[in-house]
């Protein structure tokens, strides 16, 4: 009888550049089609990463041939967002986390700047009204004032 210890194991890894589902290569070919419409007529495109179906190792995969870009930001509003340029201008990462760091849900935004960047027009009127009362309370500001 062969002992546990006589029996010959291979172990066989797949390359570690090949994604397991296959999914990452695809999304690639959309955002392809989605930086060509946005350089043709300037539409967005926004892909929800969490609603596709990932094997072990794909959200990486697809991450690692985005690569990074010279641009990031941060948001804090009831968690964080990180806000992430790619190697590919146009093509932007968002990751949405809760108040405890936990991700909610994954992005990419295909678009000049993210619109999660772009001042909101309430947000411009709160801003004037705002600036309108500062230089109000400033006697000095009348003389700047066109």
Avoid at 58 to 64: R, V
Wanted: charged share 25%; hydrophobic share 40%; no cysteine.
């Amino acid at each position: 009888m062969t002992a546990l210890r006589d029996i010959r194991i291979r172990v066989e890894q797949s390359a570690p550049d090949l994604p397991s589902s296959g999914n990452s290569i695809p999304i690639l070919h959309e955002i392809l089609h989605a930086l060509r419409r946005l350089a043709a007529t300037g539409e967005t495109t926004r892909i929800d990463l969490t609603a596709i179906p990932f094997g072990p190792g794909d959200e990486e995969y697809l991450l690692s041939l985005l690569g990074r870009g010279e641009v990031e930001a941060t948001i804090d509003a009831l968690g964080l967002t990180r806000v992430t340029e790619t190697a590919f201008p146009g093509v932007w990462i968002l990751d949405y986390l809760n108040e405890q760091n936990r991700r909610l849900t994954l992005h990419l935004e295909i678009s000049g700047i993210p619109s999660i960047l772009r001042a909101q027009p309430r947000d411009v009127e709160d801003s004037i009204t705002s600036l309108e009362a500062q230089l109000s309370l400033d006697p000095g500001a009348s003389r700047s004032e066109s």
